[in-house]
Each structure stands twice: as structure tokens, then as C-alpha cells.
């Protein structure tokens, strides 16, 4: 990934985000405490203004502006883990960032250090985990991320405010594994514009 695509990524990213921010509150409301669509709403409305008004020139400075934007600006645990995503990939960026595999493997790294999450625990992790996957393999598709959100309905929550529910986060989409789907469906169109 370069530059322009990094930055496009983050535009594309952020539309979604405006767009499905009701549902993703909608998500959230059942089995978190209604927040997360206006905590990302917010955050990625400060990346796209510090990305205009900075003007990063290497896909380094981008990664390392969006991991302090989204840690200083959003609430909830969006923030922290997000931000967290984005600190995991700068850091492998900077370590070696030849395969871009790795440095999303570098991200969800970071995630599961923070949140101590696993896969099948109902979480973000449940769509980056498969999407590493599919990127090291190159084989990274619409349907991939599509069918890893699905995957989170079944779930019993087991991390964050959705375990405090218990048997009744059964049958919902977990909002931070639909947020990280739209996440991803911007990277892939970000890719495709080049």
C-alpha cells in the first residue's frame, strides 16, 4: 500500500462510517451501551480533518497520525482499540513492512493485546482475524469479510460490554466486527482505485 492509496483508504473509510453510523448504533444498542456509531462517527471525522490539515507524505506518518487521532479523540473502546490496530500496523510497517499481510497481522497483534480477545469471543477479532488470513493468502474478498461478520450473530459474547448480556448477545452482529468489516471494504476499494 502507498501513500495515496493509505490516505484514499481512510476517505473511503470514513463515508461508510458516516453512512452506517445509525446502524451501528443500532448494533450496538441491544448488547453494548449505544455508542459505538457515534464514537466512530467522530473519530474518523478527525482523522480525514488531521490527514487535510497535516498532509502526511509517507504511509509511516499516516499510520502513526490515525493511531493518535483515533486514541486522543474517541471514547468508549473504539479508541483505545482501534487505535491500538492502527499503533500494531505502524509498528510492523516499520519493522518490515514488505507484506502488507503482515502488517495487518501487526494490527489485530495489537487488538488482542489490548482487549485479550479471541477468536470465537464475539469481537472485532472475529472479522480481523479471518481477513489476515485471507490477505496472506491473497485471497481477500468481499464475500470473506461479508461471511466473518455473519459469523458473529451465533457468537456468545465472552469480552466487553456485550458478555455483561450473556445468553442474550446470541443472534446479534457484534458492532466492532461490522465496523471492522467496513474497515476492510474500504481497503479493498482503496486498492482497487489504483
Given at each position: 500500500?502507498?501513500?495515496?492509496?493509505?490516505?484514499?483508504w481512510?476517505?473511503?473509510f470514513?463515508?461508510?462510517?458516516?453512512?452506517?453510523?445509525?446502524y451501528?448504533?443500532?448494533l450496538?444498542?441491544?448488547?453494548g451501551?449505544?455508542d459505538?456509531?457515534?464514537n466512530?462517527s467522530?473519530?474518523?471525522?478527525h482523522?480525514?480533518?488531521a490527514?487535510?490539515?497535516?498532509?502526511?507524505?509517507s504511509?509511516?506518518?499516516?499510520?502513526?497520525?490515525?493511531t493518535?487521532?483515533?486514541?486522543?479523540?474517541?471514547?468508549?473502546?473504539?479508541g483505545?482499540?482501534?487505535?491500538?490496530a492502527?499503533m500494531g500496523?505502524?509498528?510492523?510497517?516499520?519493522?518490515?513492512?514488505?507484506?502488507?499481510?503482515?502488517?495487518?497481522q501487526?494490527?489485530?497483534?495489537?487488538?488482542q493485546k489490548?482487549?485479550?480477545?479471541e477468536?470465537?469471543?464475539?469481537t472485532?477479532?472475529?472479522v480481523?482475524?479471518?481477513?489476515?488470513?485471507?490477505?496472506?493468502?491473497e485471497q481477500?474478498?468481499?464475500e470473506?469479510i461479508d461471511e466473518?461478520?455473519?459469523a458473529?450473530?451465533?457468537?456468545?459474547a465472552k469480552?466487553?460490554?456485550?458478555?455483561?448480556?450473556?445468553?442474550r448477545?446470541?443472534?446479534?452482529i457484534?458492532?466492532?466486527?461490522y465496523?471492522s468489516?467496513?474497515l476492510?471494504?474500504a481497503?479493498?476499494?482503496?486498492?482497487?482505485?489504483?
Amino acid at each position: 500500500m502507498d501513500i495515496q492509496t493509505g490516505i484514499r483508504w481512510m476517505e473511503l473509510f470514513n463515508e461508510k462510517i458516516q453512512q452506517e453510523k445509525d446502524y451501528l448504533t443500532q448494533l450496538d444498542t441491544p448488547i453494548g451501551d449505544s455508542d459505538h456509531g457515534n464514537n466512530m462517527s467522530r473519530g474518523m471525522a478527525h482523522v480525514v480533518k488531521a490527514i487535510d490539515t497535516q498532509s502526511p507524505d509517507s504511509l509511516e506518518e499516516l499510520l502513526k497520525l490515525v493511531t493518535t487521532t483515533l486514541l486522543s479523540k474517541v471514547g468508549g473502546a473504539s479508541g483505545p482499540l482501534y487505535g491500538s490496530a492502527f499503533m500494531g500496523m505502524l509498528k510492523t510497517y516499520q519493522g518490515d513492512g514488505s507484506s502488507w499481510g503482515k502488517v495487518l497481522q501487526g494490527g489485530l497483534e495489537s487488538i488482542q493485546k489490548r482487549g485479550k480477545a479471541e477468536v470465537g469471543d464475539k469481537t472485532m477479532i472475529d472479522v480481523w482475524a479471518p481477513v489476515v488470513q485471507a490477505t496472506e493468502n491473497e485471497q481477500l474478498r468481499d464475500e470473506v469479510i461479508d461471511e466473518a461478520v455473519e459469523a458473529t450473530k451465533p457468537l456468545k459474547a465472552k469480552k466487553g460490554r456485550a458478555s455483561y448480556v450473556g445468553e442474550r448477545s446470541i443472534g446479534h452482529i457484534d458492532p466492532g466486527a461490522y465496523s471492522s468489516a467496513l474497515l476492510f471494504h474500504a481497503m479493498l476499494e482503496a486498492e482497487a482505485e489504483q
